[in-house]
C-alpha cells in the first residue's frame, strides 16, 4: 500500500534573483520604507507601483499583512462600529475578525455547493447593509456579473478578499478589478510569499488616499509612486489616524521577483490542481467541485464534499489519509482545528444557524497544492484519497493495514 512522503506545508525557495534583492536591501540598512537615499526609490514602492500595472489599477498600497488590509478597506470605506459588514459564511477567521477589529457586525451568507457565495441568501440579507466584504475562499469565484448587479441595485459597496486568487479572473476580468477596494495577502500559503504581507489596489482616490494615511505614511505621502496625486490627500492628512501597518522594503524586494513570475506559476498550480481533479473523478461518495467555465481560477489548494456522510466515516477517511501521509483538513468539524474555524466557531459574532449552509461546511474536505509537489505526487495524493474515500463508503472505517507485502 503506497504512502506519501511529502510535505503539505513545504514551500518552494525564494527566488535566487529575490535572495539578493533581498541582500541589497540589508546591506543598505534601509528596511524602512521612507528610509531613502536621494534619488534613490524604495522597494516597497516599486512593487505597488508594479502590481498596480499587473492588476489594471490606478492606485496601490503594500501593507504588512492580508487581515490589516481588510480592515484598513473598512476604515477607507467608513465603517462605524454597529455597522452591518455582510461576508461569506465559508471564509477564514480573518476577513470576520477584520470586520470585528473595526467594531461592525459580521452578517454571514451562506454557501452553495460551488463553494460560492449563495446570491439568494445575500439577497436576502442585504437590507440595512451597505458594504459586503466578499471572500474569494480557496480560490472559489463567484457569478461576479450577477453579485455586482445585486450589490449595485441595492448600493452596496464590495470589498473583495482575493487572499486565494492572486492572478485570477471571472469573464477575463481579474479579482480585485470587481469591486471598489481588492485586498491581497503576501502569507507564506498565499500565490507570492514574504512570509506576510498584504496589497490594496482601487481606482478611487479618495478611499486610496485613506487608506494610504491609516497605513501610517505620516506627510510621506508623496514618495508612493501608485498613490493618488497630493490634492486627494487635502483634506484628509489631518483627520485620518496613523494605524501603523506598513510593508518594509525587505518585503517588498522578495516579492518583486515573485511578481514577475506570477503566470508561470499559477499555470503550474493549475497542473497540479487538475491532476487531482482526474485522479477523484467518479470517486464513489465523493463530490467534486464544478467550476464554471467563466472561472480562471488560480489552485494553491484543492477541496471536494463528502455531502451527507457522518462524522464518523469523515473522521475515519481523515485519519486512513493521514496514516498514508496525505493531511486532509475538515472544515466541518464540531471544534475548530488550526485554520478551519467556520462562522458558528465566532462567538463574537452570533449569527442564526443555516441549515442548508451547514450541510455543506460539513462536508467540506480541504488539502494543501504546495509547488513543490510534482504531478506525480498529485497522481499519487488522488490514489489514496480515491482508495481510502471508496473503502470508508464501503463500510470500512478501520484504520489502514500499512504492512509491507512481499511480491
Given at each position: ?9 513545504q ?24 528610509n ?43 465603517v462605524?462600529?454597529g ?11 480573518p476577513?470576520?475578525?477584520?470586520i ?13 455547493e ?46 473583495e ?15 480585485g ?52 496625486p ?21 518585503r ?7 511578481l ?14 487538475r ?17 464554471p ?64 449552509t ?6 467540506i ?9 510534482s ?21 470500512d ?11
Open positions: 500500500m503506497e504512502r506519501f512522503t511529502g510535505s503539505f506545508t514551500q518552494e525557495p525564494i527566488p535566487d534573483t529575490a535572495i539578493a534583492a533581498a541582500l541589497r536591501v540589508m546591506q543598505s540598512g534601509r528596511l524602512h520604507r521612507y531613502t537615499a536621494p534619488d534613490e526609490i524604495a522597494e516597497t514602492a516599486l512593487l505597488e507601483e508594479e502590481f498596480a500595472a499587473a492588476t489594471g489599477a490606478r492606485y496601490c498600497l503594500a501593507v504588512a499583512s492580508g487581515g490589516y488590509a481588510l480592515a484598513t478597506a473598512l476604515r477607507a470605506m467608513g462605524q462600529p455597522d452591518r459588514v455582510l461576508t461569506n459564511a465559508f471564509t477564514l477567521a476577513v470576520p475578525g477584520a470585528a477589529s473595526v467594531g461592525a457586525v459580521p452578517v454571514f451568507v451562506g454557501v452553495t460551488g463553494l460560492v457565495i449563495d446570491l439568494d441568501d445575500l439577497a436576502a440579507k442585504a437590507e440595512g447593509a451597505r458594504v459586503l466584504m466578499l471572500s474569494h475562499m480557496r480560490g472559489h469565484i463567484c457569478d461576479m456579473g450577477a453579485l455586482m448587479r445585486l450589490c449595485d441595485a441595492r448600493g452596496i459597496t464590495v470589498i478578499d482575493c487572499a486565494h486568487t492572486m492572478g485570477a479572473t471571472w469573464d477575463g476580468q481579474l479579482t478589478r470587481w469591486g471598489a477596494m481588492g485586498c491581497f495577502s503576501t502569507q507564506t500559503y498565499k500565490h507570492m510569499n514574504s512570509g506576510e504581507g498584504g496589497l490594496i489596489i482601487s481606482d478611487d482616490p479618495a478611499l486610496m488616499a485613506r487608506a494610504v494615511l491609516l497605513s501610517g505614511s505620516y506627510m510621506l505621502y508623496t514618495r508612493h509612486r501608485a498613490a493618488p497630493a490634492e486627494a490627500f487635502a483634506d484628509l492628512r489631518l483627520t485620518t489616524p496613523n494605524i501603523s501597518g506598513r510593508m518594509d522594503n525587505l517588498a524586494a522578495i516579492l518583486r521577483p515573485q514577475a513570475d506570477l503566470p508561470r506559476q499559477c499555470a503550474r498550480w493549475n497542473e497540479r490542481y491532476a487531482v481533479e482526474a485522479g477523484l473523478a467518479e470517486t464513489p461518495g465523493l463530490t467534486r467541485i464544478q467550476r467555465a467563466a472561472e480562471g481560477f488560480v489552485a494553491s489548494s484543492f477541496q471536494f464534499l463528502l455531502l451527507d456522510w457522518t462524522p464518523e466515516a469523515i473522521r475515519a477517511v481523515i485519519a486512513r489519509c493521514g496514516a498514508r501521509g496525505v493531511e486532509l483538513k475538515w472544515f466541518g468539524a464540531p471544534e475548530p482545528v488550526a485554520f478551519t474555524s467556520r462562522y458558528d466557531s465566532w462567538t463574537y459574532a452570533p449569527s442564526a444557524p443555516m441549515p442548508a451547514d450541510r455543506i461546511l460539513h462536508g474536505i480541504d488539502m494543501r497544492l504546495p509547488l513543490t509537489f504531478l506525480e505526487d498529485c497522481a499519487q495524493i488522488a490514489r489514496i484519497i480515491r482508495a481510502e474515500v471508496s473503502a470508508v463508503f464501503q463500510g472505517t478501520s484504520a489502514p493495514d500499512l504492512t509491507p507485502r512481499a511480491d
